[in-house]
């Protein structure tokens, strides 16, 4: 499958009963998508993939798409509402999908978090801290700035766990921010804006909160034991915290204490 196939198929009409089958490889994981509303999924292009048997094949069924569409809105919701009538369904659909992928790659020793991820001489470091702190304004610094580096994802990377892997995913801010690749995690870093830029390390128990809250862990008990198992294999990656501006220098001083000796 091919982008113009992708291209020509969106002008699908999306209340049509025609599916769509996106083969995908994220994660060094062949997935299979199958969907109804593909405009949703134009983030995958970097991802096609052609292989034979997949490792997960994933969908959203219309039942699942309205309690996406319920669990936004709230209880007061009604199908029949002018609210979900607005809603963009292939939004929703891609919401779901999105989850069943993240909750199966547990199962694969992998973990989502919540995090900007920047690569450099194949070194990868993630930045996570809540929404709005400047995570992706400081990566860009870092592409702008630092010789080689490239963004791996710029908000949802998924992390390999056991090799200490970190995936670009499709699913990445509105900035778009992502690369197709996988890159050796090297640092976990919790960013905290300040009136100077001052990083400095943490032990692996006084980053776990930020690591239990930044990173994804489902209502399922059984699925919430695997991801903070998953927590628990990165207590040897370096861990740190960053005081920092959003200028420039930030990236600079980062960098400087990051990079081996």
């Not at 300040?194 to 930020?210: A, D, K, S």
């Amino acid at each position: 499958m091919n982008e113009n196939n992708m291209d020509s198929n969106r002008i699908t009409h999306p209340d049509s009963d025609i599916r769509h089958f996106i083969k995908v490889r994220i994660a060094d994981r062949n997935i299979e998508i199958e969907c109804k509303y593909r405009r949703g999924f134009v983030n995958c292009r970097k991802y096609l993939a052609k292989f034979d048997q997949p490792d997960l094949i994933v969908s959203a069924e219309d039942e699942e798409i309205k309690e996406e569409c319920r669990r936004l809105i709230g209880s007061s919701f009604d199908e029949k509402d002018r609210y979900y009538e607005m809603m963009e369904k292939g939004v929703m659909e891609e919401a779901v999908i999105f989850r069943k992928i993240t909750d199966a790659m547990l199962y694969w020793d992998t973990l989502l978090m919540h995090g900007a991820a920047v690569a450099v001489d194949n070194r990868c470091y993630i930045f996570t801290a809540p929404s709005g702190t400047g995570k992706t304004t400081h990566i860009q610094h870092w592409l702008h700035t630092i010789p080689g580096s490239f963004a791996v994802n710029g908000d949802k990377p998924m992390i390999n766990a056991a090799k200490k892997l970190v995936y670009g995913t499709p699913w990445s801010g509105k900035e778009n921010l992502n690369t197709n690749t996988g890159v050796p995690l090297a640092g976990i870093i919790h960013l905290q804006r300040g009136p100077e830029n001052i990083l400095r390390p943490l032990t692996f128990r006084q980053m776990l909160p930020c690591l239990l809250q930044q990173c994804y862990i489902p209502a399922d008990s059984e699925k919430a034991q695997l991801a903070c198992g998953l927590i628990g294999l990165l207590r040897d990656v370096p861990c740190y915290h960053l005081y920092c501006t959003p200028d420039e220098e930030a990236a600079a001083v980062a960098f400087r204490g990051l990079k081996p000796a």
